[in-house]
């Protein structure tokens, strides 16, 4: 059974200011995604990596895949406070592609 | 527009009162798929859809039924509603094929169902 463990859940940042989301699973996942969930909204597709060292970047945000230490992480660079939300990362269990969803990381930028 | 679409976005309703929230895709997606989301807890599966009259159960089933009649709509039915199903819902859609294998979820905007 795939777990998914995103660290830390809460994150405040100032604002010029980088930092990493973590995204550790338990078993073998061919793909992970990256989510964000601004308030009282849905839920917004940002990366999907698809191999061991993928990179992708999108602005302010790069996304990195090592599938041999089952871990991603979601590098921010120069925080700015439209950054503020939730992202969530996802591995897929299953030969029929369940994505299953960590727990979230509640990020705020502050000025 | 390409879109997922759910309703109610909101509904209160009481214990026992049998609801149906209703999904709806236009991407002609195979799979498609219910969350609830809980403070603290994250993105918890329901049921799934990978095609027509396909469906299995989540994490979290108990509770819940859906139905996949048309390849569009997937309801999800709480036959007797009771207060620990609060929580907002999200209906989700992706294509799975070999060409789209890797396709992201595309969300609905949510449902917030308080049972009281």
């Known amino acids: 059974e795939l777990k998914v463990e995103q660290n830390p859940l809460f994150l405040s940042m100032q604002e010029g200011k980088n930092y990493t989301i973590y995204c550790n699973y338990s078993t073998t996942s061919d793909r992970l995604y990256w989510y964000r969930q601004d308030p009282g909204k849905s839920l917004e597709s940002l990366f999907v990596?698809?191999?061991?060292?993928a990179v992708k970047q999108e602005g302010r945000l790069m996304a990195s895949l090592d599938t041999k230490a089952r871990l991603s992480t979601l590098h921010i660079t120069a925080a700015v406070h439209d950054l503020s939300a939730t992202y969530f990362c996802a591995g897929v269990m299953g030969s029929q592609g369940n994505l299953i969803f960590g727990k979230g990381t509640k990020l705020s930028v502050k000025p | 527009e390409a879109q997922v679409t759910q309703n109610p976005r909101y509904l209160i309703t009481v214990t026992g009162k049998k609801l149906t929230v209703t999904c709806s895709q236009n991407?002609?997606?195979?799979?498609m798929s219910w969350y609830r989301q809980d403070p603290g807890l994250g993105l918890r599966q329901i049921y799934y859809?990978?095609?027509?009259?396909?469906?299995d159960k989540g994490d979290v089933p108990e509770g819940y039924k859906v139905s996949r009649k048309e390849k569009r709509n997937f309801p999800l039915i709480l036959e007797s509603p009771s207060p620990n199903q609060t929580s907002l819902y999200f209906c989700?859609?992706?294509?799975?094929?070999?060409?789209?294998?890797?396709?992201?979820?595309?969300f609905g905007n949510g449902t917030r169902l308080t049972v009281t």
């Open positions: 989700a859609s992706s294509l799975v094929t070999s060409r789209d294998r890797y396709s992201p979820l595309h």
């Open positions: 859809s990978m095609n027509v009259e396909v469906t």
């Open positions: 991407m002609n997606h195979e799979y």
């Open positions: 990596l698809l191999s061991n060292g």
